[in-house]
C-alpha cells in the first residue's frame, strides 16, 4: 500500500506517505488515503493528524509525474490538479490542529502538502523547496494561495518566485518552518504537541474555527481554483512537456 494510517495512543492520527522508493511522490493511492486520513482525523477522539513520509531521504517530492506524464493539456490536467487542490482544502480546514512532520526533502506539492498544514517542523539539514517554476508551472494544487494566506507577503513570493531548495534553517527564518529537530520524529512531534494533546479537543476545535472562519470570508477556495486554472494552463505549454520529457529520460 501507498500509506499508512495510525491511531496513536496519545490521541493523534499518523498519515505516512509510503513510497519511499518514488521519493514519497503522490499518486492516485496517496490522494486517496490522505482523503481517508482527513476523513478519520475528524472522529472525537482524535485531537490532530500528523502528515510525514516513509524513511529518512524525503518527506514528499510533490506530483509523480512518471504518472502523470501522460496529461498533456490543461483539459487533461485539470481533474487531478482540482482533486487535490480539494483535498488541501479540506486538510487546510479540518477542525484539528495539523502537523507536517517533515523528515526528509519536501519539494514542489510535498511543500504545498506542507502549506496546508497548521504547524511544519523538519529535520535540521533537509532541503524543501516550491520549485515548481523550475518546471515551467506554478502551484497547482491550491499551495500558492495558502502560502500567500500564511507568510509576508515579500516572504511568500520569493519561496514561490526563486523556486529554489532552501534549507529549512532559511525556512525557519521566513516563518515556514515553526520548528527543527534532531534524532526520533515522532519523539520530536509529540513534544511539539505535548500541551495541544493535553487540552479538551473541544476547545482545539474552537480555535482552529477562527482561522477557518477567516479563509472562508476571503474567499480563499476561489481563488485556489483559480490558481488550479493557471496551473492548468502553463501545464499544456510546450517549457513544461520539455521539462517532463526530459525528467522521465533521466529516469
Known amino acids: 500500500m501507498a500509506y499508512n494510517i495510525e491511531k496513536h495512543k496519545k490521541g493523534y492520527l499518523l498519515f505516512t506517505i509510503a513510497r519511499s ?6 499518486n492516485e493511492e496517496v490522494m486517496e488515503g490522505l482523503t481517508q486520513a482527513i ?3 475528524a472522529a472525537a477522539d482524535i485531537k490532530a493528524l500528523v502528515i510525514t513520509g516513509e524513511g529518512e531521504q524525503a518527506f514528499c517530492s510533490g ?10 493539456t490543461r483539459e487533461e490536467v485539470l481533474p487531478m490538479l482540482t482533486k487535490m487542490s480539494n483535498i488541501l482544502y479540506s486538510l487546510l480546514t479540518l477542525p484539528k490542529p495539523t502537523i507536517a512532520l517533515i523528515n526528509g526533502t519536501a519539494i514542489g506539492g510535498g511543500c504545498e502538502i506542507a502549506s496546508a498544514c497548521d504547524f511544519r517542523l523538519a529535520r535540521k539539514g533537509v532541503k524543501a523547496g516550491f ?9 497547482g494544487w491550491g499551495g500558492g494561495s495558502i502560502l500567500a494566506e500564511k507568510l509576508p507577503a515579500s516572504n511568500a513570493m520569493n519561496l ?6 532552501h534549507t529549512t534553517e532559511y ?16 519523539q520530536a512531534c509529540e513534544l511539539f504537541l ?3 494533546l493535553e487540552a479538551d479537543g473541544s476547545v482545539l476545535q474552537a480555535y482552529k474555527k477562527l482561522w477557518i472562519a477567516k479563509w472562508e ?6 481563488r485556489i481554483e483559480d490558481e488550479v486554472k493557471r496551473c492548468a494552463v502553463l501545464w499544456e505549454s510546450e517549457a513544461h512537456h520539455n521539462y517532463v520529457k526530459q525528467f522521465i529520460g533521466k529516469r
Do not use: P
Not at 522508493?21 to 503522490?26: D, L, M, Q, T, Y
Not at 525556512?171 to 515522532?186: A, H, P, V
Not at 470570508?217 to 476561489?222: D, H, I, N, Y
Open 21 to 26: 522508493e518514488k521519493r514519497n511522490a503522490i
Open 39 to 41: 476523513s478519520d482525523a
Open 63 to 72: 506530483g509523480d509525474l512518471s504518472v502523470f506524464h501522460h496529461l498533456r
Open 131 to 139: 520549485v515548481q517554476g523550475k518546471q515551467s508551472i506554478t502551484t
Open 160 to 165: 514561490l518566485m526563486g523556486a529554489e531548495r
Open 171 to 186: 525556512l525557519l527564518k521566513q516563518g515556514f518552518i515553526q520548528q527543527l529537530y534532531e534524532g526520533d520524529s515522532l
Open 194 to 196: 505535548e500541551h495541544m
Open 217 to 222: 470570508e476571503s474567499k480563499l477556495r476561489g
